[in-house]
C-alpha cells in the first residue's frame, strides 16, 4: 500500500494560450487600473486579507494537489515558467532558455541572481534535487506522477503490487535519481524523456515542478514548520484552521514583484466571508457564495467591486468506487438522470453556471461538446429505470465541507434525486475542506462527494489523465478502466494536435459510459473585495493577482 496513485501524462507537440476576459459585473476591479492605481505609500506597507480554505498538507509543492495549500504555494514559489495572470499563456518565468533539443530532450538554461527566502542561491540542483524527491516512491509525495514521464522514473518509483489500498509494501526502487535528469552546470540541466513529450514545457508553471532549497532535503520537518520559497512572498506562520499569512519578499527576481506588503489567507466560511468582504472587513474572495448569487444581490451588494471571470474549473460528485454499494453502473447513471442541472443553475446561481455535457469545459483546446451523451440529459423516467434495476437500498447521501457555500445547490440536487428516484437523499456536511480531503485520500469515503477540478494547465489532458486514468495522481475513487487507459495513452502519444483530440473525446465517452463522476457544471467564478482595494484581477487558476492589487 502507497500513497498517493499515479498516472501516465501526455505527449502532444501543442502550443496553447487560454483566453480570460471579465464576462459581467462592476468597473472597479478589471484589467486596467479603475482609477490610475493605489497610492503607493498604502500599498507599500499594507497587508491584505484573503479568503481561503485550510491546506490540507504541510505546503511542501510536491505533496500539494489542492486549492487551499496550492494558492499559498503559488505565492511562495517560482518555477521555470509561469502563467500570464490575464490570457493564461505559458511564458518563461526562472528559465532564461527552455528548449527542444530533440524530440525526447530539453535543455534548460536558468537565469542568474535568483535566491531562495533563506539567502541562498537557486541553482540546477534546486530544481533536479526536487524533482528526484518528488518522483521517489518512499517519500510518497502526491505529485509523483508528474514525472512519470521522465527517463529513469521506473528506477525511483515502483508499482504497487496490491493497489493503494492492499497490504503489502512496494518494492524498494533501485535508486533514488532519475536517470533522465543531467546537471550541465550550475544554471543549466538536461531532461530526457522516455518518448517525445513535448507538452512538458508548459506543465512546469505548476507547484509539482518548484525548485527547493538545500534546507528541505537536510530537513524536511523542520522545514515543514517554516517553509521557505523563492517567490514573490515568503511565510510569516500559520494558525491551524485560522489562517496562512506570508509577506513580500523584497529580493525577489522575477518581474511579477508585488506591491502590497502581505497577504493573509484566512479560513472562516463562504457565507461570513461574503459578509465581511461588504462590510470591508476581508479585502478578497474569489467565489461569491449562493446567498450572494440568489437574486444577483452580488451587484447590488458589491457595486463597482465585483466581477464574474470565466476560469478552467467544473463541478463533479464522485461515487467512493471502493465501497460496493456503488459498484452498478445504472445506479450512477441513474443518479445523473435524475440531476435537472438547468434548473439547479438558474434558481440557486441565477444562471452564471452553465451544465456539463462531458468532462471537460469549452475554455480548455481540445474541448469537443457532447462526450456525455444521454447520461447527462435530465430524464426522470430512464433515471427510476435504471435506479430501479441497480437495487439500491437505503438513503443517498451526498457529503462536502461545510465552509464554502455548497450547502444549497447540494439540497437541490437531493430534491431533484427525491422526486426523480423516490429515494431519500440528504447532505452530509464535513466542517473543513482539509477534513474530507484526508478521508478522500485514506480511501474511507462512504458518500457520494464534492469532487470539483480546477485545471492545473490549460490543457484538455488535465481534465481526464490525472483523474480518470488508473491511479492518476487525482483518481480518488478508485476509477479504473482499461480501455479508458488506452484510449488516453493513444492521446498521450498521437502525432497530431487534431488526432489527440478526437481521441481525448473518445476516452471521454468510454468514461460517461462507466460514470465514475458525474459532471455538474463549469463553475466560473464571481469574485468581490472591500472598498480599499483597487486593480484587483483574478487569474485562470482562479487566484487573486497579487502581483497587481493594490491598496487605495
Not at 533563506?118 to 524527491?133: F, K, R
Not at 467512493?320 to 450512477?332: N, Q, T
Not at 476509477?479 to 483530440?501: F, G, H, I, Q, R
Request: glycine residues 8%.
Amino acid at each position: 500500500m502507497r500513497r498517493p496513485r499515479w498516472l501516465a501524462a501526455g505527449a502532444i507537440t501543442m502550443s496553447v494560450a487560454l483566453v480570460i476576459t471579465s464576462c459581467s459585473g462592476g468597473d472597479g476591479g478589471g484589467e486596467e487600473p479603475a482609477s490610475g492605481g493605489g497610492d503607493a505609500g498604502k500599498t507599500s506597507s499594507a497587508v491584505i486579507t484573503v479568503f481561503g480554505s485550510e491546506p490540507e498538507r504541510p505546503l511542501v509543492p510536491g505533496d500539494t494537489n489542492e486549492t487551499g495549500g496550492s494558492k499559498i504555494i503559488d505565492a511562495m514559489f517560482t518555477g521555470l515558467m509561469d502563467y500570464d495572470p490575464v490570457s493564461g499563456e505559458p511564458r518563461e518565468a526562472m528559465a532564461e532558455s527552455f528548449e527542444l533539443t530533440a524530440p525526447d530532450e530539453y535543455d534548460v538554461k536558468l537565469k542568474k541572481g535568483w535566491k531562495f527566502h533563506d539567502g541562498t542561491e537557486v541553482t540546477a540542483d534546486s530544481y533536479i534535487n526536487a524533482w528526484n524527491y518528488t518522483a521517489y516512491g518512499p517519500n510518497a509525495q502526491q505529485m509523483a506522477s508528474f514525472f512519470i514521464q521522465i527517463e529513469g522514473f521506473d528506477d525511483v518509483y515502483t508499482e504497487d503490487p496490491d493497489g493503494p489500498d492492499g497490504p503489502q509494501v512496494p518494492p524498494t526502487p533501485a535508486t533514488d535519481k532519475m536517470s533522465g535528469l543531467t546537471k550541465v552546470n550550475d544554471y543549466e540541466f538536461k531532461i530526457k524523456f522516455k518518448s517525445p513529450h513535448a507538452i512538458f514545457k508548459i506543465k512546469t508553471g505548476y507547484t509539482a515542478y518548484m525548485p527547493m532549497p538545500a534546507s528541505f532535503f537536510a530537513d524536511p520537518e523542520a522545514w515543514k514548520k517554516n517553509p521557505i520559497g523563492n517567490g514573490p512572498f515568503k511565510y510569516v506562520g500559520r494558525t491551524p484552521n485560522q489562517n496562512v499569512e506570508l509577506t513580500r519578499y523584497d529580493d525577489y527576481q522575477g518581474n511579477d514583484k508585488p506591491k502590497i506588503k502581505g497577504v493573509k489567507f484566512t479560513y472562516t466560511d463562504a457565507d461570513a466571508a461574503y459578509a465581511d468582504v461588504k462590510g470591508n472587513q476581508l479585502d478578497f474572495i474569489d467565489t461569491v457564495p449562493p446567498q450572494g448569487i440568489a437574486g444577483n444581490v452580488w451587484q447590488t451588494d458589491l457595486p463597482g467591486r465585483a466581477k464574474a471571470y470565466p476560469v478552467m474549473s467544473v463541478q463533479t460528485v464522485s461515487f467512493p468506487l471502493y465501497d460496493k454499494k456503488y459498484a452498478s453502473p445504472d445506479f450512477r447513471h441513474a443518479f445523473s438522470m435524475a440531476i435537472d442541472r438547468e434548473q439547479v443553475t438558474k434558481t440557486i446561481f441565477e444562471g452564471n453556471r452553465k451544465p456539463l455535457d462531458g468532462y471537460a469545459m469549452d475554455l480548455v483546446p481540445g474541448y469537443e461538446g457532447g462526450a456525455c451523451g444521454k447520461w447527462c440529459e435530465y430524464n426522470p423516467t430512464e433515471a427510476k429505470k435504471l435506479f430501479d434495476r441497480s437495487g439500491w437500498t437505503g438513503p443517498i447521501e451526498i457529503t462536502s465541507n461545510a465552509d464554502n457555500g455548497h450547502k444549497e445547490w447540494i439540497d437541490a440536487v437531493c430534491g431533484q434525486i427525491k422526486e426523480s428516484l423516490g429515494a431519500d437523499c440528504k447532505f452530509v456536511p464535513v466542517q473543513a475542506f482539509g477534513q474530507i480531503r484526508e478521508a478522500i485520500n485514506a480511501h474511507a469515503m462512504t458518500q457520494i462527494y464534492r469532487s470539483g477540478w480546477l485545471a492545473d494547465y490549460p490543457l484538455i489532458e488535465n481534465f481526464l489523465n490525472p483523474i480518470y486514468r488508473t491511479g492518476g495522481a487525482s483518481n480518488d475513487n478508485a476509477y479504473s478502466n482499461p480501455e479508458v487507459d488506452a484510449k488516453l495513452a493513444a492521446a498521450d502519444s498521437a502525432e497530431t494536435t487534431d488526432e489527440a483530440y478526437a481521441l481525448y473525446h473518445e476516452a471521454e465517452e468510454l468514461i460517461a459510459e462507466d460514470m465514475p463522476a458525474v459532471p455538474l457544471w463549469e463553475t466560473p467564478s464571481i469574485s468581490a473585495w472591500s472598498e480599499r482595494l483597487t486593480n484587483v484581477r483574478l487569474t485562470p487558476k482562479r487566484e487573486l493577482d497579487l502581483s497587481y492589487v493594490e491598496v487605495k
